[in-house]
């Protein structure tokens, strides 16, 4: 069987490619915001706040952040703060600040033009190679193979790819198979309803394999149990995390410390964060004021779940000894108002609580 073809276990006279193309054609996604253009920025900064994120919390973000940086030049201009704090709440923030990165790379090495091939975009910093396909095949119409998650079990399935993809060269052989699908023309229909499948129809958990336009030849819905491709080790059980945030407070000002710019929220504004609640209580000392412990905070992250327990401490009004002695004890930082920390890049269970807790 020529791998162009799809052919599972049944016949069938359409490839793989012209199924996906005559299905996105009429089922697929059309009315994205980020659909219809061929403007690199506003495809590129769309597949980068899809990553790991859902298109309905995406929806959120996408047009107020072009409100603000509607192209590469006013973003690459633009203070990593600012940037972090528009994308406050949509996590991985990694990718905020490589966004970043990478619009001034583009105006520094490419004088504000997106390169418009898949090899010269995947230099760019932040841009994955499932990414840069991505971005070429849409707006310079390269035939460029994708391979997000979404993709990924779309293809294993239909294919049958039990390989196990914690492996590399199983990732390799899997690239190679993409590329192999790719169809002559009509690669913006592909691509796009290759993101469709898997996000709509070839689900995780719960594949709609009736309503999927590759079901006659799939492999893995023949063997009765779609959802063990694709084939992945498991990763490590998740881990358990708690530490104690103060929340130091004098009049309508509060004390934010910026985080170091390597791990969890890295760059961005907090509270000041101790090992646990006694701790953070033994570094307050006599500091005068009233303290108070907040409601725990439960925060997912990818690999482990952290508990944070908030306590706020209310200096005396006015009273600028009390101020100072307390500066001494904490990390280095600056006091704001809650309307500046709105305005800040700040984590989103630090901003829940703030919006929560702070009326």
Known sequence: MRTEEFTGGEAAPLTLAERVVTWQRTHGRHGLPWQGT?????????????????????????DRFLARFPDVTALAAAPL?????????????SRARNLHRCAQAVMERHGGRFPPSSQALAELPGIGRSTAAAIAAFCFGER????????????????????????????????????????????????????????????????????????????ARASGDPTRFPVKTKRLARGRRSHALLWLQQGDRLWLTQRPDSGVWAALWSLPEYESLE????????????????????HALTH????????????????????????????????????????????????????????
């Open 38 to 62: 061929r403007d690199p920025y506003r495809v590129w900064l769309s597949e980068i706040m899809l990553q790991q994120t859902q298109v309905s919390t995406v929806l959120a973000y996408y």
């Open 279 to 298: 701790a953070l209580r033994q570094r307050l000392g006599a500091l005068p004021g009233q303290g108070q412990a907040l409601p725990l905070v439960e």
């Open 144 to 219: 460029a193979a994708i391979l997000d998650g979404n993709v990924k079990r779309v293809l294993t399935r239909a294919l049958g790819f039990d390989r196990d993809l914690a492996q590399a060269s199983a990732e390799r052989e899997l690239w190679d198979k993409a590329q192999a699908l790719l169809p002559r023309q009509g690669i913006e229909a592909y691509t796009q309803g290759l993101m469709d499948l898997g996000a709509t129809v070839c689900t995780l958990r719960r594949p709609s394999c009736l309503l999927c336009p590759l079901q006659g030849g799939c492999v």
């Open 304 to 359: 482990f779940d952290w508990t944070l327990q908030p306590w706020r401490h209310v200096l005396p009004e006015g009273d600028a000894a009390a101020c100072t002695a307390a500066e001494a004890l904490l990390p280095p930082g600056r006091w704001v108002t809650l309307e500046e920390a709105f305005r800040m890049g700040l984590p989103a269970p630090v901003r829940r609580l703030l919006e929560r807790e702070g009326g």
């Open 81 to 93: 703060d600012e940037v972090l704090a528009l994308w406050s709440g949509l996590g991985y923030y």
